[in-house]
């Protein structure tokens, strides 16, 4: 069923059943797989349908969600009919009718039109069906209060009440009466609840901002409520600018009822976002069509492709063997091919004839995975490594869609190619570097790198002329140093490096050291606007080298972010900063956008975080919280920064940026009230330690809309 009017007769259907999301009885989920029905009803726009006679002659639109129906009538009330989520069986359900206080409603019209028609047939007299009727996008309800207009829009589960103030209007008129409810209040989150006989509804909080010479500036907004009123208040603001709000453009779950986490995400040539990691789940959401919809053992990896608002799970597979299996990292090809690699535990990983490796080679090997853009065939697969285990951490595609892979290896056998800068292993684990032909059946280049003691590699990034640059975790004193590099000596127990080499992997061009007295880790890196190497990690270093001016030049306690700019030579360290609060805090990935910002994120377990008036969370929670942070070019300024959380858990795990300057990153949750969207594919908590989710935000981590207040 592709077609959204089919969908809308499925909805009706799901309303029926789940009119709130809430767990389907076993055999529903057995007749309808969970999966397919997420991806076919879960959250999509839901059209407003015209009344021409098929209900109440009150009503003017109506639009049926998975919550309930919501009526609009002609004289601008809002009524609600919701189902019992109590376990008084004698309760049917309850109506809530909202009015606007002191407003007027003179029109109510349907917005957009829909390419929806739905037909109802009710009854047998046929002079009460209706064929094609039109639907909309969205209701329009004019000027209620002088200078504010009033739109709604219907999802999944929710309505949206959307306000635009005019210059000059106030939003202190905004009033709305809440016939019906049991009582009104306002939770520590800021929502709005409703108390009713058959359960609570709950408003998510108000935000606003405004943009004011290209920036954008949080506007406080916050409900009170008064017996069966609520109003808004809104904090000081410059009443001749517009007010914009919604912070969280896109977020979604994504899972099934075991544990997901979510490693790596990519941008497409045409928007669509794609994510890999791994899921213990044997119900994780697949998509008709994927190349393996069947679990394989207790731990898959799998690829998961979304549009970029994230209300569609446009394909989703599984892939792996027999073992355990993990997708750590992904790229594109010229083609949009999808590259993946991790590694894998299973002899009978999917293979493909041609490949460079069809053969486990010890107790896990680091692997290449090579998808059709739409995740329905596998077009190629080799393994990589040798006699011992090896983890695949990140692969890039240069210009000429060679595949560069990078990892670590316990092996003294793992495959190298004559000539390459070290063919030996040196001691411990070793990092490693691969090249291989765009369809996975050749070697061209292999090396080793490290010293004698443990190395991983970590990241990688290819430069203008394709010379991959590496960066990792090493505790060998005796680690490859070239003369004039930033820094040649291991200053603690671990240091983070990075590396540079020929792109035939032959040559060693540049490499430093990068770390303090103690334990230093880098994670990640890119390669920046301005031709310099932008990295992140975290350290446990009091003496982690920072520069003049930078943003936080003192450690701050326990495990700190960092963030540094080395020039392409690695000769020298352009600019560093500390980034934390006074317990843990560990920087897992970095982003640049067209400005040359830097967006880092990872996940922190400090009360006392750095956040920023504007951003979408500045509230911590009582575990790890997840967190993106902008940065100026120069890491002199922290322009933004959020916590990206709920209740629980989280770790956001990779960032990248599109071409508007949206932020996209992924990573883990256990918090059931994780923040997602209205519209996004999945707004429900699977279950498992943990699922993994995708959020979309703009560029200043607060938002990107044009209306003052958007509640829901």
């Known amino acids: 069923m592709n077609t959204f009017k089919d969908i809308a007769v499925m909805v009706y259907v799901f309303f029926i059943i789940n009119l709130a999301g809430q767990t389907l009885p076993q055999t529903k989920i057995a007749a309808m797989e969970r999966a397919e029905m997420q991806t076919q009803i879960a959250m999509l726009h839901v059209p407003f349908i015209l009344n021409e006679g098929q209900v109440d002659q009150r009503v003017a639109l109506y639009a049926k969600t998975f919550s309930g129906t919501v009526f609009v009538t002609y004289d601008g009330q809002i009524v609600y009919v919701l189902p019992n989520h109590t376990t008084d069986t004698a309760i049917a359900g309850v109506a809530l009718r909202e009015t606007f206080t002191g407003g007027t409603v003179t029109t109510v019209t349907g917005g957009a039109a829909a390419e929806t028609q739905v037909s109802t047939f009710i009854g047998s007299d046929p002079a009460l069906w209706r064929s094609n009727l039109p639907t909309y996008t969205q209701v329009n309800m004019g000027e209620v209060y002088p200078g504010i207009g009033v739109t709604l829009r219907a999802y999944g589960n929710t309505v949206e009440k959307v306000f635009e103030v005019q210059p000059g209007a106030s939003p202190d008129q905004i009033c709305l009466h809440v016939d019906g409810a049991q009582g009104l209040s306002v939770n520590a989150a800021g929502e709005l609840l409703v108390a009713t006989a058959a359960g609570v509804v709950t408003f998510s909080k108000p935000v606003a901002y405004q943009e004011i010479a290209g920036a954008k500036h949080l506007i406080e907004a916050a409900y009170t409520a008064t017996g069966e009123h609520y109003r808004f208040t809104v904090g000081a603001y410059d009443p001749q600018t517009p007010l914009i709000i919604d912070p969280l453009l896109a977020s979604t779950f994504l899972g099934g009822s075991g544990e997901e986490s979510a490693y790596a995400l990519a941008l497409d040539p045409y928007g669509y976002v794609y994510i890999t990691g791994y899921t213990y789940s044997t119900d994780f959401p697949t998509t ?26 446009v394909a989703s597979t599984f892939f792996g063997g027999s073992g355990e299996d993990w997708g750590a990292a992904l790229a594109f090809d010229s083609y949009a091919e999808v590259y993946v690699t991790g590694y894998t535990a299973s002899s009978d990983f999917p293979w493909k004839s041609g490949g460079y490796d069809i053969w486990l080679g010890g107790a896990c090997d680091a692997f290449i995975l090579n998808l059709n853009n ?39 056998d793992f495959p190298t190619t004559t000539g390459a800068y070290d063919v030996s292993a040196n001691g411990g684990a070793d990092g490693f570097i691969a090249k291989l032909s765009n369809n996975l059946s050749t070697l061209i280049a292999g090396t080793y790198f490290g010293g004698s003691s443990d190395d991983s590699g970590n990241a990688l990034a290819l430069d203008s002329a394709q010379t991959p640059y590496v960066a990792g975790k ?214 498992g330690a943990y699922d993994a989710f995708v959020s979309k935000l703009d560029g200043e981590l607060s938002g990107d809309n044009f209306f003052l207040l958007w509640t829901k």
């Not at 190349?291 to 209300?311: I, L, P, W």
């Not at 350290?539 to 540094?564: E, K």
């Open 288 to 313: 008709t069509g994927a190349y393996d919809r069947t679990h394989n053992s207790s731990k898959d990896g799998f690829v998961a492709e979304f549009n970029s608002t994230m209300t569609s799970l």
């Open 374 to 412: 739409g995740l329905s065939s596998l077009l190629s697969a080799t393994y990589l490594g040798g006699s011992s285990a090896e983890y695949g951490t990140d692969v890039k595609v240069d210009s000429s869609d060679n595949i560069f892979v990078t990892g670590t290896t316990y092996s003294t």
């Open 474 to 687: 090493t505790l060998s004193s005796d680690f490859p140093w070239k003369s004039g590099a930033y820094d040649i000596w291991l200053s603690g127990t671990s240091d983070g490096f990075v590396l540079n080499l020929s792109s035939s992997l032959v040559t060693l061009y540049g490499v430093t050291y990068l770390g303090g007295g103690t334990d230093d880790e880098v994670k990640h890196l890119i390669k920046d606007s301005s031709n310099n190497i932008a990295v992140v990690g975290s350290t446990t270093s009091t003496n982690f080298p920072t520069t003049t001016g930078a943003y936080d030049p003192t450690h701050n306690g326990n495990s700190d972010v960092f963030i540094a700019r080395l020039n392409n030579a690695l000769t020298g360290l352009s600019v560093s900063t500390y980034l934390g609060g006074g317990n843990d805090d560990y920087g897992q990935a970095i982003g640049e956008d067209s400005a040359g910002m830097f967006y880092v994120v990872g996940k922190t377990y400090s009360s006392d975080f750095p956040t920023t008036a504007g951003a979408f969370d500045t509230t911590p929670d009582a575990y790890w919280d997840g967190f993106v942070s902008k940065f100026s070019g120069d890491l002199t300024g922290l322009s933004a920064s959020t916590f990206l959380a709920g209740s629980g858990s989280e770790g956001v795990n990779d960032v990248t940026v599109d071409s508007s300057n949206n932020i996209y990153v992924t990573g883990y949750t256990s918090s059931t009230n994780f923040p997602v969207t209205s519209s996004g594919y999945d707004r429900t908590y699977n279950g």
